[in-house]
C-alpha cells in the first residue's frame, strides 16, 4: 500500500473460496497461547470437587470441620450452601447435592491455596451415605414401581415430544416392504483436550466475573444467574481461548456455580479445573437412546412412512441432551420425501450420566437409523441404493413435512457426486458379489446422507447476531462480535469477510469478541449456524462502513459514491480499478476535517427463521444442508476389526468462504464421526464408569485418520452470506452409517449397538455365520 | 426496581454534582487491582537498562560478549540496534545511543529469564568512554563555542516561540510602574507511585501489543512507530491501571521501544520496570527555565503591558517540555487584562535531564512569575491587592490579545469569594504592619490567581473523542470510551452522566477503554479536557441510546416519545413520574421481537476550539477558567521554614459533576503544587543527580496537607457537559504564588529561585536585615 501505487489499476479480486489461515493458528501451533486452562488471576484459589462416586445414595452425614481447618483452606461448602438454587432446563440441578443421584454428583467442594491442599481437604471431608437402588437404564426406570430420583418427577418421567403427519394407517397398507428395527446408540463423550475449566470471581459491587469454556455466554448468564441466587445482568462472561468445545458447553454444569459460590465466600478469584479422570466421569455426553424405527416403502422403491419411538436415557438431571427430538423429529420427518410420520420421544430419568448437546444433536443417532433403513429398503426392493435414494430425494423449493423449506437443495447432486468420485455402484455390485468368498478380509463400500439446519436454529428467542465495527486512522478495522471463537475458526470468516469487503489486508482486521460485557448479544456456537449468522452480520456491518467511506470519498473527489470500490487498501473507480485515493488518508482526512467523521458502525442481524412452536410445524433454520458421505472398509473378519480405506465425501456447503477452515471442519467432524461409529465407548457398569480414561476410551486420532475425498457442492443459498451455509455438523452425522451400510456390504451384517467395534463386529459375523 | 413498583410515580433527581465514588477505588483501597507493575505475562522476561551514569561522552567501545553469553540472557541491545530509530518531538532521540548527552542516557538493555541475571549482565557489559564538556545552563549552552550537544542543532538551539501584541514602546511611557524580574523556576519530577514500566509483545503478523502507562494511546502509536521502524497502524495500547502520570507518561521514552526491540529479538513479552532511583534519574521533568518578566501599570493601577523573556534548559532531548511556551504565552498575555504584550521564549539543549509535560504545563512557572508582579505592582500602587486584581480583571464576553474568548469568565467571583472567605484584606494589612516587630514566628497571607485552558486545547489535529455505547437486555450499559483512566476519575464521570441520561445504577454501567484496539480514538489525557471532552461525548451517546428507547417505548406503549423519560429503571411519564414499563423489559421486547432493535450507539464529539496556528492568534480552547488561591502561612524566621496554616480555594469550576472526584482533583493538584512550592528539587551538579530518592526528595505527604476550603463557583459554561469545565489543573498552578505573596507579606522578602525551601527562605531572610 504504497503511495506511488497511485495510478497502476488495482484489479477486482476476491477472498471468498481462499484458503484463509485462522488468526490464532500459530500462536496455539508454537504455544503461545493461554488457554483458560493456563490462566493464573492473582490472588486466585483452587477448588475441587469432592464426586459422591456412587449412583443414587441419600447423605447421611457429611462433617467438613477437619477439612476447614486444615492450614491453606479457605473455603468447604457442601448442599446447604447451595440449597434451593435450582438451575438447569427443568431446574431439576443444584451446583452441591442433598442427595446422590448418579455418579458425578458434587457433594463438597473447597477452596485453598492450592491444588495439592485442596485434594488433602477432600480427604479430610467425612460423608456417610445410604446407598439406594438405582435405575441404570430407560426402560428400568419408566417400570411400574421403579426408584424415583427426583421426587417431582413421577414415574421418572422427564421430556416427552411428538409429531404426526398423514395418514400413518394408509401409509402402511401401501407400503410393500418395511424396515423395522430398534437402534440403541450409546453413550459418548466429547473428549475435548482442554478439561472443564472456569475462574470465578466478584468485585466489589457484587458483579461476578466468569472466565468460561461457554459456548453461548449471552444466554449463560441467564442460564448461570439461578444456580447462585443472582440477576443475570450481573454477570460478565469472558471466553479465553478454550481446548475444544462441541456442544459441551452449551449449559451451566455444576463446576461453574461451584466457583463462583466459592468466589463469594472468599472474596478471592477461585479456579476450578477437572482432571481427565474427572473430565471423563463429570462432563456431559451424547445422549444414549433406543430407537425403534420403521420405514415403509413401494416395491418400485417410493417411501411411505417413517416412524419412530424413542426412548431416552436421561441420565439424572436434565440439561439440553434429552432435547435433541427437536432435532431427531426434523430428521425422521425431512431425511428424504417422507409423505407420512409419526414421531414420538421421551426421555426417563437414570442413575447415569447425563447428557449435554453434542455435534450433530441427536441427528448422530437418528441419521444412523434412517440411513441404514434406507441401505434395508434399497436391498429389500433389490435396486441400488444410490437410485433408491436419488428416488426419494427432495428437490429445492419443497418443503418437508415440518415445513422446513428447502430452498436450495443439492440432495441429488451430493448423491451423484460422491457416488461417482467414488464409484460407488461398482464397487458395491462387486463387494457384495464377494461377501460369500472365503477369506478373512472382506472389501466393503457404503454411502449415507443426511440433512441438517445449515443457517441456524430458532430454538432460542432470537437467533441473531449484534456487531460493531470500526476503522481507524490507519484503516485498521476492529470488529466487536457476539461471535464467539471456540477454536472452529469464526474469527477466519469474520476476518476474511471484512477484507473482501474493504479491501484491507486479512492482517489489518482485529476481532475482539469473547467477553459479553464488551461484545453485543449473539446467542451462541451451535446448530451450525456461526459461520451464516455471524458471516451475515459481519458483512453488514462492513457494508455500512464501505458505505460511509465511499460516500466521504465521492464527497471529497467530487465522484458519485456508487462508482467508487475499495480495494487493496485505495478507493478505486469501480469499473477499472484506477486507485483515487489511499484508504488511510482518506480516513485521517474524513476524521482531521471541520466536521470529523469516524467510521464506526453497528448492526444486528436476525435471519428469517421462524420458532419452533408447540406443534414443530414450522420453518426453523434460515437454510438447510445435505451431505453424503461413502465409505471404505476393510473388515477384518476374524478380529471384527474394521479399517476405513477411504472416505469420500459431497456436501451442499452453499458457498465456500474460508475453504481451509471448511477442511478443517470437515475433517474434524469426521474424525469425532469416526470415534463414535467405531471405537468411543463409554462403559458403564451400574451408572459408573469403568474406562475414564484414553487408555480405556478410544479416540480416532490423526495417524488413523483415512484419507479424505471432499466435494463442495455450492448451491448459493439466498439467505447466507455470499451464499453460504452453516457445515460442521454434517460432517459428524454422516460417517457412522456409511460405515454401518459398508459393513453390511462387506459381510451382511448390521449393528443397532454401535460402537462398531471388533468385538461387536466379530460378535455379529460369527453369529451370522452359525 | 422490582416490578411492583410500577404505580408508585418516580420522582426527577440528578446525579449532576453529586459524590460518586470512583468505581475502580474500592479495588484500589483493597489492593485487588492488578497495575501494570504487577503484571505478568506468560513466557515474560525482564530487561533491565545500561545507563551511562555521565553527562557527556563519546562511547569509543562496547563489549556485550561477556553479557550474552549469560545463562538466561535472550539479548542484549546498544545503540547499533536502534540506529536510524529517531523519535520524539524534533526527532533528536534514539531507544538506544551511540553518543552520550546526559546521564540517563541508554547504552544497552538485556533481556533475561530474571531481573537478577538482567542485572547481572549489565555488570558484564563493558564500555570504555571518552568524557566530553559537558553544558549544564542554557546559558553556558547558548555561549559562542560551547560545546555542541546534538551535531544538527547549531548553537545548541532547540525550539523558540514569538507573540507581539500592540505598541510596547507606546505602553512602557504610559507606565508609571514596572515590575522587573527574573524567575529561576527548577526541576521537579512526577514522582509517580508506580515507576515507569512497559511491557511489550509482538504477535506472529509482525502486530506489536504494548502495555503501558501511556496517557495518550493513539498519538502515542505515531510517536512510538519511528522509533521501531514500524507502521502505527501495526501497534497496539494497552493501559492497565498505573500508578499516577501527571503528564509524565504524554510522550514515548526510550524504555518502551527499548522493550519492544528486545521483545522483537526475543519473540517473547518484554517487561521493562524502573526502579525508584531509575524512576528519579530516568524520568521526565517539569521543565526548568529563566524567566525574564517585566509588567507595567499606571499610578491609579490600570496593567499597561507585559513581556516575557524566556529561555528554557531543554536537557539533552526535546520531549514535550519544551513545548510550553504555547501555555506560558497564554498567561503572559491573558492573565488579568494586558494591552499590550512582548512574549518570546527559547529552548538550549544542555546535558541535564529533559522534561516532559507536567500538570500545570508551562503555567506553572508563569504564574509564578504573573501573580507575584501584580503582588508587586499592587505594592507599588499602594492598592490592596485584592482590589488591584480586581480593576484588571477580565469579565465574560472579553478576548484576550490571542484570542481566547472568555465566554464566561469568574475570575472577578473567584478573587471576591477567596478574599472574602479568608478574612484576606484585614489579614494582609495586619501581618504587613506586624512585619517589622519582633518575634521569631511571622504569619502571611498571600493571594494569587490564573487563567487556564479548561475545555482542552487544540494542539492535534483533533480534540475530539469517539464513544460507543450499548444497553443490554437487563439494561446493563457498556460504554466503550477513548478516555483513558489514569487514576484521575473519568470512569466515574462517564458512569455518572450515563447513569443520569439513562436513569439506571450507577453499578449498572461498564466502562470498557484502555485498549487502542477496542475502543475509538481520542487525543489523551492532558490540558483539563477529559471530564470536558469525554464528559460531552458520553453524554451525546447516552441521550443518542435515550432517544431511541424512548421511541421504541412510545410505539410499543402508543404514547408521545417526547413526553416520556427514564428514570429509576423505567420509561416514565415526564411529567409526573408514572412508571410505564420496567426499562429491561421494554428492552428484551425491543430485542426479542420481529424487527429486533439493540440499542448500540456511536459518537464523536469535537469540542469547537481553533488550532493554535503559527501566530498564536486563536481561540484554542473550548473553555477557559480561572483560580485563586489564599495561603495563610507562618514564618519560621530562624530556620526559614514555611507552614501552610490554610489554603482558600475559589475555582471557576462551570459546574460539578462528581463533587467527590473534584475534591479529590483539587486536593491533589495542591498537593503537587506545595511540593513545587516548597521543597521538591532535583539537585543537580555538572548534569548528574545528587537526590534520587524519597529521604533526600521530599514530596509533600497526606500528613503535611494543611486544612484546605473549596469554593467552586458555578458559571454554567455553554460548551461543557451539564456546564462543566475542565479543573485539574489550576490547583497545581496557583498554590506557589500564593505562598510566595503570603511570604513576602510576612516576611517582605520575595524567592526568585523555587522552591522556598528553608535555606533558601532563610537566606533571603538573613540578607534583607543585613
Known amino acids: ?10 484489479a477486482r479480486q476476491t477472498l471468498i473460496g481462499q484458503r484463509v489461515r485462522k488468526p490464532d493458528a500459530p500462536e496455539k501451533a508454537t504455544g503461545k497461547t493461554r488457554y483458560i486452562n493456563d490462566m493464573v488471576l492473582p490472588q486466585m484459589l483452587t477448588a475441587k470437587v469432592l464426586f459422591a462416586g456412587r ?8 462433617a467438613t470441620d477437619a477439612a476447614e481447618k486444615l492450614p491453606g483452606v479457605h473455603a468447604v461448602l457442601t448442599g446447604k450452601d447451595a440449597a434451593g ?6 431446574r431439576d440441578n443444584v451446583a452441591l447435592k442433598d442427595k446422590v443421584r448418579c455418579e458425578h454428583d458434587e457433594v463438597a467442594a473447597v477452596a485453598a491455596e492450592t491444588e495439592e491442599i485442596a485434594r488433602r481437604a477432600l480427604e479430610l471431608i467425612e460423608v456417610e451415605y445410604e446407598d439406594l437402588p438405582g ?15 427426583h421426587d417431582n418427577f413421577p414415574g421418572n418421567r422427564s421430556l416427552h415430544f411428538e409429531f404426526k403427519h398423514g395418514d400413518l394407517a394408509a401409509a402402511e397398507a401401501a407400503s410393500d416392504f418395511v424396515a423395522d428395527s430398534v437402534f440403541r446408540p450409546h453413550h459418548v463423550t466429547h473428549c475435548c483436550m482442554g478439561t472443564s475449566c472456569a475462574i470465578a470471581d466478584f468485585d466489589h459491587k457484587g458483579k461476578l466475573t466468569i472466565w468460561t469454556q461457554t459456548q453461548y455466554p449471552y444466554n449463560y448468564k441467564m442460564d448461570l444467574a439461578p444456580a447462585l441466587g443472582m440477576d443475570p445482568g450481573d454477570i460478565r462472561v469472558i471466553q479465553p481461548p478454550v481446548g475444544g468445545a462441541f456442544g459441551s458447553k452449551l449449559d451451566v454444569y455444576p463446576y461453574e456455580p461451584i466457583a463462583a459460590l466459592l468466589a463469594k465466600k472468599t472474596g478471592r478469584p477461585v479456579k476450578v479445573t477437572f482432571t481427565r479422570e474427572e473430565e471423563f466421569k463429570a462432563s456431559p455426553t451424547r445422549q444414549a437412546a433406543i430407537i425403534h424405527m420403521r420405514t415403509g416403502c413401494t416395491c418400485d422403491g417410493v417411501l411411505t412412512f417413517r416412524t419412530a419411538d424413542v426412548v431416552l436415557d436421561n441420565g439424572a438431571y436434565t440439561s439440553w441432551g434429552p432435547t435433541i427430538p427437536v432435532i431427531m423429529m426434523r430428521t425422521t420427518s425431512g431425511h428424504y ?7 414420538k420421544a421421551q426421555a426417563i430419568y437414570t442413575n447415569n450420566p447425563y447428557a449435554g448437546s453434542f455435534r450433530g444433536y441427536g441427528n448422530v443417532q437418528t441419521t444412523y437409523a434412517t440411513a441404514q433403513q434406507m441401505d434395508m429398503l434399497a436391498d429389500m426392493v433389490d435396486m441400488d441404493p444410490l437410485d433408491f435414494h436419488l428416488k426419494n430425494a427432495q428437490k429445492s423449493g419443497e418443503y418437508t413435512p415440518q415445513k422446513s423449506f428447502l430452498r436450495e437443495c443439492a440432495l441429488a447432486e451430493c448423491l451423484e457426486t460422491a457416488a461417482k468420485a467414488s464409484d460407488y455402484s461398482r464397487k458395491r455390485r462387486e463387494y457384495a458379489a464377494r461377501r460369500a468368498e472365503p477369506g478373512r478380509y472382506k472389501k466393503g463400500i457404503g454411502l449415507a446422507s443426511s440433512i441438517h439446519n445449515a443457517g441456524g436454529a430458532k430454538i432460542h428467542k432470537s437467533d441473531g447476531i449484534g456487531t460493531i465495527l470500526k476503522v481507524d486512522d490507519y484503516a485498521r478495522v476492529t470488529v466487536i462480535t457476539g461471535a464467539s471463537e471456540i477454536g472452529q475458526g469464526i474469527d477466519a470468516v469474520v476476518t476474511l469477510i471484512v477484507a473482501e469487503e474493504l479491501g484491507v489486508p486479512l492482517e489489518h482486521v482485529t476481532i475482539v469478541n469473547n467477553d459479553s460485557d464488551i461484545a453485543p448479544w449473539d446467542v451462541g456456537v451451535h446448530a451450525s449456524r456461526t459461520t451464516f449468522i455471524a458471516g451475515n452480520g459481519t458483512r453488514r456491518a462492513a457494508r455500512k462502513a464501505k458505505a460511509q467511506i465511499l460516500a466521504a470519498a465521492g464527497k471529497m473527489l ?7 470500490e475499495l480495494r487493496g487498501g485505495f478507493v478505486v473507480r469501480d469499473a477499472c480499478g484506477t486507485p483515487l485515493i489511499e484508504l ?3 480516513l485521517r482526512r474524513m476524521h482531521f476535517q471541520d466536521e470529523p467523521e469516524l467510521v464506526m458502525v453497528t448492526d444486528y442481524y436476525e435471519p428469517k427463521s ?18 453424503v458421505h461413502v465409505a471404505e472398509i476393510t473388515v477384518d473378519t476374524l478380529t471384527g476389526e474394521i479399517k476405513v480405506d477411504r472416505i469420500t465425501v459431497a456436501q451442499d456447503v452453499g458457498r465456500i468462504i474460508n475453504r481451509m477452515g471448511l477442511e478443517g471442519q470437515i475433517e474434524g467432524g469426521i474424525a469425532i464421526g469416526l470415534g463414535y461409529a467405531l471405537s468411543e465407548n463409554m462403559r458403564l457398569v451400574d451408572g459408573m464408569l469403568t474406562n475414564p480414561s484414553f487408555r480405556d476410551y478410544k479416540l480416532v486420532t490423526a495417524p488413523e485418520m483415512p484419507p479424505l475425498e471432499l466435494h463442495f457442492i455450492e448451491t448459493h443459498c439466498a439467505e447466507g452470506p455470499y451464499g453460504a451455509k452453516g457445515i460442521s455438523e454434517l460432517p459428524t452425522i454422516v460417517i457412522a452409517p456409511a460405515i454401518a451400510n459398508a459393513l453390511y456390504n462387506a459381510c451382511g451384517v448390521r449393528i443397532f449397538n454401535p460402537p462398531m467395534s471388533p468385538e461387536t463386529v466379530a460378535r455379529a459375523i460369527h453369529e451370522a455365520r452359525h
Do not use: C, N, Q, W
Not at 420453518?619 to 438447510?624: L, N, R, T
Open 1 to 10: 500500500m504504497k503511495r506511488d501505487a497511485i495510478g497502476t489499476p488495482i
Open 55 to 62: 449412583p443414587h445414595a441419600r447423605i447421611v452425614r457429611i
Open 85 to 90: 438454587l435450582k438451575f438447569g432446563f427443568s
Open 135 to 149: 435405575v441404570f437404564s430407560p426402560e428400568a426406570g419408566a417400570r411400574e414401581g421403579a426408584p424415583l430420583i
Open 337 to 343: 420425501r417422507v409423505p407420512v410420520v409419526d414421531f
Open 558 to 564: 467530487g465522484e458519485a459514491a456508487e462508482t467508487l
Open 584 to 586: 488511510e488518508r482518506l
Open 610 to 627: 421462524e420458532p419452533e412452536g408447540a406443534a414443530h410445524v414450522s420453518d426453523h433454520s434460515a437454510a438447510y444442508s445435505h451431505a
